[in-house]
């Protein structure tokens, strides 16, 4: 059980990441058909995410919610995993293209902007979890914090040359 538990919560911090890097990267290799892995690399750090809160529900608490609500108190890391898990679950939810057009680009993008909250509040689950080691939480925070040190460069230069940002298009297809 601790062995699923962990596993699955490394996996959702990796597809995270992996999420993140498509942007930079399509930028950077100027190869602008990396956008069209960002919405299932995102569904799936959502559903590794499902499996490693159900893991703790159901295999390590078997749903005894008072037992839930004791561990929560007791263990502020468990707050924090939680908090990186609802702040995903708008993502799911708005990823298709039906909800970027009801939204509209901007504030589906603002929307999304949630994972960055998301993939810190996870940052911080894991710091607080681990005891010892801490050099895998640090890893992940060194990695989100580049991701978004390279986001905010660029919308720093972007206002500096008075340049519009252009949002990166986020249909899967052109059939949508």
């Known amino acids: 059980m601790e062995f699923i538990t ?6 959702t911090l990796r597809f995270l990441a ?3 890097c498509v942007t930079p990267l399509r930028k950077l290799l100027q190869l602008p058909e990396l956008i069209r892995f960002r919405r299932m690399l995102g569904l799936f750090a959502f559903f590794y995410g499902c499996l490693h809160l159900t893991t703790y529900l159901w295999l390590d608490k078997f749903f005894a919610w008072g037992e839930i609500l004791k561990d929560v ?3 502020p890391f468990i707050t924090a995993g939680f908090t990186a ?6 993502l799911a939810i708005t990823s298709t293209a039906g909800w970027i057009r009801r939204l509209g680009g901007k504030r589906w993008q603002s929307l999304h902007r949630l994972v960055y909250a998301s993939a810190v509040a996870g940052v911080i689950h894991y710091y607080w979890l681990v005891k010892s080691d801490i050099r895998l939480p640090l890893l992940y925070g060194a990695i989100f914090t580049v991701l978004l040190a390279y986001r905010l460069v660029v919308r720093l230069q972007a206002r500096s040359t008075g340049k519009r940002m252009v949002p990166a298009p986020a249909m899967t297809s052109p059939s949508r």
């Open 73 to 75: 108190a007791k263990r």
């Open 85 to 90: 898990f609802v702040l995903l679950v708008p």
């Open 6 to 11: 962990h596993k699955t919560g490394d996996w």
């Open 18 to 20: 992996i999420t993140l």
